[in-house]
């Protein structure tokens, strides 16, 4: 398995500009997480999906923040308009069952500056 | 909900010293810990977890300890090389929710 696959790796946009992210988990896993990290705040969970339904979005940040998963081997997030504060490392994760014998995989992230 | 304390946020040794890195929690329901390495430019990669109904796991260099009572686990690297430098989170795991993670270890080993 290839794992969970990020794109793009980096990101390098101006402020006001929309921003996606993509994330493609690993193949029969029904759990999908968005954490960004940040050196001040360490990783925080953004959003969450269990079979591409949203969950629990309480830790994205704004209203400019929005996450879809259309189907089970897809998902965005995008940031419109972004802002120089949004510059920060964005992972997906994605796990199979929410159990504690379901660990989590995490993507190589997508490194974002906002100039 | 949970809050998981990670200590020390660095870490340096020399090579072939040990290194503990120690976490605590605060939901008691949680029953599940693991411990994530994460290399400079990847993701965090799953080490080594211990789950509620265990005290001391062991997977060559690495151990970690959990005491229940106290609400706190630890990790522990022993003979530890260069390619042990990394960031070392903790996290903890209650069945209901997302995994809660600590804010990170910078390890760094001195050759």
């Known amino acids: 398995d290839a794992g969970v696959i990020q794109s793009p790796r980096h990101e390098v946009t101006e402020m006001g500009q929309e921003v996606t992210l993509r994330c493609k988990p690993i193949?029969?896993?029904?759990?999908l997480f968005w954490y960004r990290q940040t050196m001040m705040r360490g990783l925080e969970l953004l959003i969450y999906f269990n079979n591409n339904v949203p969950i629990d979005d309480s830790g994205m940040p704004e209203d400019r923040f929005s996450a879809k998963m259309p189907n089970a081997s897809f998902s965005t997030l995008k940031i419109q308009p972004s802002e120089p504060r949004d510059s920060a490392v964005y992972f997906c994760?994605?796990?199979?069952?929410?159990?504690?014998?379901?660990?989590?995989?995490f993507g190589n992230g997508t490194r974002l500056t906002v100039t | 909900g949970e809050n998981v304390e990670q200590h020390p946020s660095t870490l340096s040794v020399q090579e072939g010293d040990s290194a503990v890195i120690k976490c605590t929690y605060s939901?008691?329901?949680?029953?599940?810990f693991p411990w994530y390495k994460q290399e400079l430019g990847k993701g965090p990669q799953l080490i080594i977890d211990i789950r509620s109904n265990v005290g001391e796991k062991k997977d060559q260099r690495i151990a970690v300890t959990l005491n229940k009572t106290a609400k706190h686990f630890s990790l522990h690297i022993t003979e530890t090389q260069p390619e042990d430098s990394a960031v070392y989170f903790c996290?903890?795991?209650?069945?209901?929710?997302?995994?809660?993670f600590g804010k990170g270890t910078r390890l760094s080993v001195i050759a």
């Open positions: 939901d008691s329901a949680s029953n599940y």
């Open positions: 193949s029969g896993h029904d759990y």
């Open positions: 996290a903890a795991f209650s069945g209901n929710t997302p995994l809660v």
């Open positions: 994760a994605s796990r199979k069952g929410q159990g504690a014998n379901s660990p989590l995989h």
